[in-house]
């Protein structure tokens, strides 16, 4: 028996209030919770976040559900320090002139 890791996502839930914050925790794992700005950030499997997230807004106490970005984010930084080094090549000629 192997085990797989699981693709998961981070959810942020902004709330009215934060006193029910404890009924997310059946929807999936809570990581952090802000207390002055009112969200909760958790994280659920990456197969049910469309599901969970409508979910989630029909709950009384959410004003939105933000998925993160991250997945779709590249995280390969191939030929990104050569284009850097050429704009701020660029931007010093620019600044001689």
Request: hydrophobic share 35%; aromatic share 10%; charged share 30%.
């Amino acid at each position: 028996m192997a085990f797989e890791i699981q693709p998961r996502q981070s959810l942020i839930v902004y709330t009215y209030s934060l006193k029910q914050t404890r009924q997310l925790k059946r929807y999936g794992t809570v990581m952090y919770v802000s207390k002055k700005m009112r969200y909760v950030v958790m994280y659920v499997d990456q197969k049910d976040v469309t599901s969970l997230t409508d979910q989630l807004n029909k709950l009384r106490f959410v004003k939105r559900v933000v998925a993160s970005a991250r997945p779709e984010i590249t995280e390969s930084f191939n030929g990104v320090a050569e284009e850097v080094a050429e704009n701020s090549e660029d931007e010093t000629k620019d600044d001689e002139e």
